[in-house]
């Protein structure tokens, strides 16, 4: 596992876009899988400047998101603040300023009539693209990778899941609240890829940023696995792993220098 440490958000953003442009680059037709939230929107406005400035080309590639809320989708005829779907979110923050093809983007459908029946078609979606080269990911407040919350299997796969209280908090907060829809009215529910299927992708990029985040990283990525913290099954991933923090995310960890030192020696010796 590698473990990056910079200064603050701007510099964890383009470190983090840095990897994913890494992969397109050497693999134009390759498979992502992309994640919601407050955190990755800075490495998403690095990859638009990429593409634009520096030509980086997303015409092959194909994307997969973890999550959605259920009962809301995309909704084009309301403005970005009254239409809270995490599709929204990704086609502003991102997938319209690429040139990324229609067909080959991939979002849970949080208006589905058979949720269940959609969580096994997503589940083969990803199966017949071949699989997910590199999944970003963050972490909630909870611990939680996507919407598995506290008591997930470590084996899960897509599936409908009850939001934790604190996850309802912290997205109330952060995307409800501006938008004047009451805490009651914000979905309880999501469609989310599982901590099984996230396992099997084959690298992961993940990414944490603020001092709130603090204690929640340290447990995930030196505390022991478990189900009550979810992003703690990184330390089961069996591929490439590399985990982007500021230094406030970081400020728990107790192996710092450790850390530190080996991101050296690997820059010394192009590991
Ligand atoms: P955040 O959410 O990026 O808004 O902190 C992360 C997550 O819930 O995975």
Known sequence: MDIIIRDNYEEMSKYAAGVIAGFVRKKPDCVLG?????TPIG???????????EGLDFSGVRTFNLDEYLG???DLSKPYNEDQSYARFMYEELLRHINI??????IPDGMTKDPEKFCLWYE???????????????IGGDGHWAFNEPGSSLASRTRVQALAKQTLDDNYELFYKNAGVSREEMPHFAITMGIGTILETRNILMMA?????????????????TSQITASAIQLHPGG???VLDRDAA?????????????????????
């Open 101 to 106: 093809k229609e067909g080959n983007v991939c």
């Open 43 to 53: 490495t998403y406005r690095e990859l638009i400047r990429m593409h634009k400035e």
């Open 124 to 138: 083969e979606e990803i199966r017949k693209a071949g699989g997910i080269d590199l999944q970003l990911l963050g």
């Open 241 to 243: 792993i590399t985990v």
């Open 34 to 38: 992309l994640a919601t939230g407050s």
């Open 209 to 225: 940023s603020g001092i709130k985040k603090a204690d929640v990283v340290a447990k995930a990525l030196e505390g022991p696995v």
């Open 72 to 74: 809301i989708g995309m």
């Open 251 to 271: 400020s728990r960890l107790a192996n710092t220098d450790h850390y530190m030192h080996m991101e050296k020696l690997k820059e010394q010796y192009r590991l």
